[in-house]
């Protein structure tokens, strides 16, 4: 992973796949708000959407292309289609359009590549033995189905792109009640505003490369891992008491047990990603009672 220190002001356009996604519609408003021209793709309308087809037509990939000066790729098929969908459709979509998009953003001569990955590519080895796994980029992938194969196959495809490239491994991002969501963003779960920011940021410097993990921010360190996987409610009634009693007041559970820490230090230090959405934002935005005043 590198950077030069040069960054392009946003005046070109940028083509969005998956645009009326949950995170291509946070991307493609972010990247407008930024000053780019969006060309949201995706086979359903969207409020950014302004090119309806499929990536594996031809027509429609010169179309969502045309002029193009970066590609931020989030269309796919995704972990809840496993089972749902033949496992060769998945190949099709998730490999087989992503190369036939890079052949043609070579052709028109796209300078930039950004795609959307997921943690979940580490599979396997995110299962815990005697303690939580530390999840950084140096954690070897094990994929367990046929989601985390493709996307592997298809980062290692953009790894080879003629034009810069950059994955993003991003965590758990969608809509999940509220107990299970305030769990997750003590240590998998990250913002949609904060993907948006990590993608705007790599759209305008525009020689980061590598592979970043893209997840919140969380109180935890590597040394916590083996007190979390045995007693996490300890450690976070003793680092974060205020969330504690939250907890509490909610009548959520707290954990007692946490499986993985994704850490996000790599994108900070390659292109300065600071997340900002975490526990403390989410307990303030949903509070429902008094106690939510008291969060710091």
């Not at 493609?28 to 000053?35: D, H, P, R, S, V």
């Not at 594996?56 to 002029?67: N, T």
């Not at 969501?181 to 490369?209: F, M, N, Q, S, Y």
Request: charged letters at 20%.
């Amino acid at each position: 992973m590198r950077e030069q220190r040069r960054e392009r002001a946003p005046d070109g356009v940028a083509t969005v796949t998956g645009s009326s996604g949950l995170v291509g519609t946070a991307v493609a408003a972010a990247l407008a708000t930024a000053g780019w021209s969006v060309r949201g793709f995706d086979r359903a309308p969207g409020r950014w959407t302004s090119v309806i087809g499929d990536l594996r037509d031809p027509q429609a990939r010169r179309a969502a292309l045309r002029q193009s000066h970066i590609v931020v790729h989030a269309a796919a098929l995704h972990a809840p289609h496993v089972g749902q969908v033949d496992d060769r459709e998945f190949h099709a979509v998730n490999v087989g359009a992503t190369e036939a998009l890079l052949e043609e953003a070579e052709r028109v001569g796209v300078r930039r590549i950004v795609y959307i990955s997921s943690t979940s590519v580490y599979g396997h080895a995110l299962i815990p033995t005697d303690q939580a796994v530390w999840v950084d980029e140096g954690l070897e992938p094990r994929p367990r189905d046929i989601y985390d194969e493709t996307k592997l196959a298809a980062e290692r495809l953009i790894a080879s792109a003629a034009a810069t490239s950059a994955v993003l491994r991003i965590a758990r991002c969608f809509p999940e009640p509220p107990p299970v969501l305030a769990t997750h963003l003590l240590h998998r779960a990250v913002g949609l505003t904060d993907v948006a920011a990590a993608i705007t940021r790599l759209a305008e410097r525009d020689t980061t490369t590598g592979t970043f993990n893209i997840a919140g921010p969380y109180p935890f360190t590597r040394a916590d891992c083996p007190a979390l996987h045995h007693d996490a409610a300890s450690v976070i009634a003793e680092r974060l008491p205020d969330v504690a009693a939250a907890f509490h007041a909610r009548h959520w559970p707290l954990p007692q047990s946490l499986d993985r820490v994704y850490d996000s230090s790599a994108a900070a230090t390659a292109f300065g990603y600071r997340p900002l959405y975490g526990i403390h934002q989410m307990l303030r935005t949903r509070g429902n009672g008094p106690e939510s005043a008291q969060l710091v």
